[in-house]
Nanobody, 127 residues
Framework: QVQLVESGGALVQAGDSLRLSCAASGRTLSSYIMGWFRQAPGKEREFVALVSKNGIIRNYSASVKGRFTISRDNAKNTVYLQMNTLKPEDTAVYLC????????????????????WGQGTQVTVSS
């Protein structure tokens, strides 16, 4: 079992950058595929980014590709989400999640794959 705690959310202006962190405790982070999701008020949870256990494979949603970068430091048991050129539509609660299974190119973005979730950190982007 792994516990996840996100941090780094803030109120920023459009065009700003922000880096989110997800610290894990319990089992070592290298045992998990790690993902970031987000949920805006009144909307469904949305996949944002994923990084494989060894950090080689990274996937992004179309809406953030080219602006966001996911990374992991297994030695620090931490996953990061660097967010650049933020837009008001990026406003949401951002959650990190851990998937203990095998990577699948067909359904990596499905939230049901992820076994553990953090509580989330609020990102608000003003126009």
């Amino acid at each position: 079992q792994v516990q996840l705690v996100e941090s780094g959310g803030a109120l920023v202006q459009a065009g700003d950058s922000l880096r989110l962190s997800c610290a894990a405790s319990g089992r070592t982070l290298s045992s998990y595929i790690m993902g970031w999701f987000r949920q805006a008020p009144g909307k469904e949870r949305e996949f944002v980014a994923l990084v494989s256990k060894n950090g080689i494979i990274r996937n992004y949603s179309a809406s953030v590709k080219g602006r966001f970068t996911i990374s992991r430091d297994n030695a620090k048991n931490t996953v990061y989400l660097q967010m650049n050129t933020l837009k008001p539509e990026d406003t949401a609660v951002y959650l990190c999640a851990a998937d203990g299974g095998k990577y699948s190119a067909d359904d990596y973005s499905r939230s049901q794959r992820f076994d553990y979730w953090g509580q989330g950190t609020q990102v608000t982007v003003s126009s």
